[in-house]
């Protein structure tokens, strides 16, 4: 389910880019920033990284025990699991097309200002077994974003969480 979401809202995003620069090329990719070695996990440029860099269980939403009748009698099953997916856009241009990075951080940004709520009846593409997605900007402190670059094993670059 985490790999449909992401890669569903990674479709979504490189159709909006599409049409709004009337292009035929991808310009978001699902892949991590840095090899394990330390090295760029991706060689092209001119591109927007979706990397998945955490997952934790949404603890505000309360689903509670559900119960099942089947024969007069009753059965407890598992409340669904809610889950926040942490995705960072992160931009790879070359160095003198730091404007390029931050008008595609910017698109970005507007592409979840015009639309945070995803359902099956306003994304005809979301899986079935997705009731809602909600996209939310994570703010984090300079010493957060420190952490997770080094974490990533990157140099900062223009980005949105």
């Not at 049409?19 to 035929?24: E, G, P, S, V, Y």
């Not at 990397?51 to 559900?66: C, K, P």
């Not at 709520?117 to 996209?135: A, C």
């Amino acid at each position: 389910m985490i790999q449909t979401t992401v890669s569903f809202i990674v479709d979504e995003l490189n159709d909006y880019i599409r049409l709004r620069f009337n292009t035929d090329d991808d310009k978001v990719i699902l892949s991590s920033i840095s090899n394990l070695d330390g090295s760029p996990a991706i060689k092209e440029e001119n591109k927007i990284i979706a990397t998945l860099v955490g997952i934790e269980q949404e603890r505000m939403i309360n689903a509670g025990s559900q119960f099942a009748t089947g024969g007069g009698s009753f059965a407890k099953s598992n409340p669904p699991i809610f889950l926040n997916l942490f995705i960072l856009f992160s931009t790879s241009f070359p160095g003198n097309l730091t404007t390029e990075a931050l008008r595609f951080i910017g698109v970005v940004i507007g592409f979840f200002q015009g639309k945070n709520v995803f359902t099956p009846e306003n994304s005809p593409n979301l899986d079935s077994s997705i009731e809602k997605l909600v996209f939310n900007i994570y703010n984090t402190t300079f010493q957060e974003q420190n952490h997770l670059w080094a974490a990533l094993g990157a140099k900062y670059v223009p980005s949105v969480l």
